[in-house]
């Protein structure tokens, strides 16, 4: 069993379309991470939220950081096809000394 | 360009191999990490170095060697590797190794094991 959950595993939309990603564990973290990393890449890291309830905005994402610190969306509007990539969650701090990443979510965003 | 650089990109080697990836970071970073990342899995942290010193081994079986010579460049040495350890390795830096600090990605080494 993975310690972060991300669902869904792929999705492929067109342009101008809104998306939802989620990340979810049973476990409690102090801060959890968005990375998007693109092919022929290394993960670029979108957003840091340390706060229960935060929510962060970056242009189009909207990231929000569960009350309980345990899941965290990254909610996609009007998506365009430069979103491309795979998204990842990584959590951490509290009982944790490392990040743990999520499997990803693999976003096509079709012309 | 995210200041952390990975050399080659591309790596074939057999079995009875033996080589090197490198890493380099140019951001003044206290903290280096070499994480594996295979098709259908997460990202796997390998192994952690703080100011040159590894503070993290995540039970990485011994074909794997790092070796870190100073807190700018980090090594993985590969020999007799499996097929099975074909992968994406990725190397990462951050400005310490606190989970609350953001990590900085090279490009990554693409191995794949004949």
């Known amino acids: 069993t993975q310690l972060l959950e991300q669902s869904p595993q792929f999705l492929s939309i067109q342009e101008g379309e809104n998306l939802t990603v989620y990340c979810n564990s049973s476990?409690?973290?102090?801060?959890l991470q968005w990375y998007r990393q693109e092919p022929g890449e290394g993960p670029v890291l979108l957003v840091t939220?340390?706060?229960?309830?935060e929510v962060k905005k970056l242009k189009r994402l909207t990231f929000q950081f569960g009350d309980a610190r345990k899941d965290s969306s990254l909610h996609i509007t009007a998506a365009q096809p430069g979103d491309t990539g795979l998204y990842l969650c990584?959590?951490?701090?509290?009982?944790?000394?490392?990040?743990?990443f999520g499997s990803g979510t693999k976003l096509n965003v079709k012309p | 360009e995210t200041g952390v650089t990975q050399t080659p990109r591309h790596l074939v080697m057999g079995m009875t191999n033996k080589k090197s990836l490198k890493c380099e970071q140019h951001?003044?970073?206290?903290?280096m990490y070499w994480y594996k990342q295979s098709a259908k899995k997460p990202l796997e942290l390998m192994f952690v170095?703080?100011?040159?010193?590894?503070?993290e081994n995540n039970s990485v079986p011994s074909r794997f060697s790092p070796e870190c010579p100073n807190s700018s460049h980090l090594f993985l040495h590969l020999h007799t590797l499996q097929p099975e350890d074909s992968a994406l390795y990725l190397c990462?830096?951050?400005?310490?190794?606190?989970?609350?600090?953001?990590?900085?990605f090279g490009p990554g080494t693409r191995l794949t094991v004949l």
């Open positions: 990462a830096s951050s400005q310490d190794p606190g989970t609350d600090n953001e990590q900085f």
């Open positions: 990584a959590g951490g701090g509290y009982n944790f000394n490392k990040f743990y």
């Open positions: 170095y703080n100011f040159k010193e590894q503070t």
């Open positions: 476990s409690v973290f102090s801060s």
């Open positions: 939220v340390v706060t229960g309830g």
């Open positions: 951001l003044g970073h206290n903290a």
